[in-house]
T-cell receptor, first 109, second 115 residues
Framework: GQNIDQPTEMTATEGAIVQINCTYQ??????LFWYQQHAGEAPTFLSY??LDGLEEKGRFSSFLSRSKGYSYLLLKELQMKDSASYLC??????????WGAGTKLIIKP | DTEVTQTPKHLVMGMTNKKSLKCEQH?????MYWYKQKAKKPPELMFV???????INESVPSRFSPECPNSSLLNLHLHALQPEDSALYLC??????????????FGPGTRLTVT
């Protein structure tokens, strides 16, 4: 079966750093996406990893280890507006996007 | 223009009604998607259109009927829905279905309530 695991909820402090982990077991692998979704809104694209390593984009970075079936999203200098759900999604061998359940991130002042 | 638009934003319908959800994109994307999302759950894929042809139907009940009139438009026709069909319906598009690296752009969604 196909499975993507993320923590259900995390809490962090404004200005701090938080790391959201994602592990996956899918039939094939053609890349991993991170999306951000604010409550009641549509998901928005954050990052895409297909090769091992770290991709940095401003305050957000995403890491991938294909051999371990593992990724993380790193958010630095947290702001209140970063309170949202973060969805990990993997493209499998059929180019289908398999979604994790999402991690709700709560930022406290 | 990197926008996907959806109408209506909110829809309340009875179980005997017929209604349609509409989605439009002008990014030249050749793949369009319908998702259903329940609260605190990830999006659940319903249909995929690739080059205006239905390529994936994820065993969706026939009370949901998709239509792709042209490469920019995607409709979802609703008939005889059940209360459990109440959800946020998201439309998305991407450059192509078969290429893994293209992100999906989502519309704002239609919040559907079936009474």
């Amino acid at each position: 079966g196909q499975n993507i695991d993320q923590p259900t909820e995390m809490t962090a402090t404004e200005g701090a750093i938080v790391q959201i982990n994602c592990t996956y077991q899918t039939s094939g692998f053609n890349g991993l996406f991170w999306y951000q979704q604010h409550a009641g809104e549509a998901p928005t694209f954050l990052s895409y990893n297909v090769l091992d390593g770290l991709e940095e984009k401003g305050r957000f970075s995403s890491f991938l280890s294909r051999s371990k079936g593992y990724s993380y999203l790193l958010l630095k200098e947290l702001q209140m507006k970063d309170s949202a759900s973060y969805l990990c999604a993997v493209t499998d061998s059929n180019y289908q996007l398999i979604w994790g359940a999402g991690t709700k991130l709560i930022i406290k002042p | 223009d990197t926008e996907v638009t959806q109408t209506p934003k909110h829809l309340v319908m009875g179980m005997t009604n017929k209604k349609s959800l509409k989605c439009e994109q002008h990014m030249g994307h050749r793949a369009m998607y319908w998702y259903k999302q329940k609260a605190k759950k990830p999006p659940e894929l319903m249909f995929v259109y690739s080059y205006e042809k239905l390529s994936i139907n994820e065993s969706v009940p026939s009370r949901f009927s998709p239509e792709c009139p042209n490469s920019s438009l995607l409709n979802l026709h609703l008939h005889a829905l059940q209360p459990e069909d109440s959800a946020l319906y998201l439309c998305a598009s991407s450059q192509a279905e078969e290429t893994a690296s293209y992100e999906q752009y989502f519309g704002p969604g239609t919040r559907l309530t079936v009474t």
